[in-house]
Nanobody, 122 residues
Framework: QVQLVESGGGLVQAGGSLRLSCAAS????????MGWFRQAPGKERVFVAA????????AYADSVKGRCTISRDNAKNTVFLRINSLKPEDTAVYYC???????????????WGQGTQVTVSS
């Protein structure tokens, strides 16, 4: 059974940083691209970042570009998302997901975690 467990969310002041982690079990993430998405209250889930299986290519949403870094440790079966200079509009539930293809589209992702809440206060 595939499980993705996100952690590292919380309440942070604007301008601060967070590092989210996503630990996978039941699957070897080295065989897959990984992505992060987020869903703010009352809004649809949107793409944040993606990384290829070997970590050589990354993609970012315009809203986080320059402030965000996705990375992975295939040996630890874990993917990370660091966001700097956090803004109140970054407040959302953040989800990691697994895809067979490197994609920015949520429909490409087959497995999802339960999410971790990030709240940014102004």
């Amino acid at each position: 059974q595939v499980q993705l467990v996100e952690s590292g969310g919380g309440l942070v002041q604007a301008g601060g940083s967070l590092r989210l982690s996503c630990a996978a079990s039941g699957i070897r993430i080295s065989n897959y691209a990984m992505g992060w998405f987020r869903q703010a209250p009352g809004k649809e889930r949107v793409f944040v970042a993606a990384i290829t299986r070997n970590g050589m290519m990354m993609a970012y949403a315009d809203s986080v570009k320059g402030r965000c870094t996705i990375s992975r440790d295939n040996a630890k079966n874990t993917v990370f998302l660091r966001i700097n200079s956090l803004k109140p509009e970054d407040t959302a539930v953040y989800y990691c997901a697994v895809s067979g293809t490197y994609s920015t589209t949520s429909s490409s992702y087959a497995y999802w975690g339960q999410g971790t809440q990030v709240t940014v206060s102004s």
